[in-house]
């Protein structure tokens, strides 16, 4: 039936009813409303493609033994992948291309699901399990049976991925989709594994002399306007409006405890504050 000129339900009486969802009224009306908090107790982590990854057994098993220990010690975590050297070259290729910043997207995500498969495999005798987004409603389960859920960090955009500020390359990639994750999850925490201590003021292979950052703003980092970050431009941003997630921490995995120490609440490397 229709009322006032519009299809109406009878019984079906909301405050949206009628509205755009456009509306600047309206969202205002709204700003205040929260969201429940999935997996409250469930950390959020991501193993870096090119930092880790890409530096074979000799990086990637002791990072993987220190998190199995951490599991047995009753930490609960869902395991991320970066996509690392080859992604870039898939980009570069896209570029060569002129390939617009969806296909680069798509093209994008194949890798980090290429690494998820291989940590699954190293992990499996204790409980690694494959964790595609299409089943992300069954991350309660593999947890709660005593699972490792290892799944991808690239936000499953692909075509649908909206065009960069600058350039074509996406701006969502696996930093992002792995804090994205986490802030829907409503997770303990976010914490990425690298290969150097934190953020820096520059990149430290580049640029030896560069300072520490031991713990800053998501407000300043952006205003510091700094050249090269450790995490994704776009997580900083995202930080901002955060309503879970206020903190990122980012650490070196390569030194033998700082993995446990993180889950500790202890503060090794980075601490990154909305």
Known sequence: MKKDGKIWIEGIDNELHGE???STNLRDSLKDKSSIQILPEVWVVKIGGQSV?????????????????????????????????????????????????????????????QNARMLQLLMAKHGGIMAYPEEFEKL???????????????????????????????????DAGVYL????????????????DGLYTDDPK??????????????ELIENGQDDLIVERIVIEYMQRAENVKSIQVINGTKRGNIKAAFQGKHVGTLINA
């Open 206 to 219: 580049k640029s030896p002399d560069a300072d520490f950052i031991p713990e800053i703003s998501a407000k």
């Open 20 to 22: 755009t969802l456009s």
């Open 53 to 113: 990854m890409d530096r074979g057994a000799d990086v990637v098993l002791p990072i993987l033994e220190e998190l199995v220990e951490a599991k047995q010690e009753g930490v609960n975590f869902i395991l991320c992948t970066g996509g690392g050297t080859r992604a870039r070259h898939v980009y570069s290729l896209g570029l060569d291309l002129d390939l617009p910043t969806g296909m680069l997207a798509r093209l994008g995500a194949s890798i980090p699901v």
């Open 140 to 174: 309660p389960f593999f947890l709660n049976a005593g699972c490792i859920p290892i799944t991808t960090g690239m936000p499953p955009n692909e075509f649908w991925e909206k065009s960069s500020a600058e350039g074509v390359i996406p701006a969502n990639r696996t």
């Open 181 to 196: 994750l986490g802030e829907f999850l409503g997770a303990k925490g976010v914490l990425y594994i690298k290969d150097e």
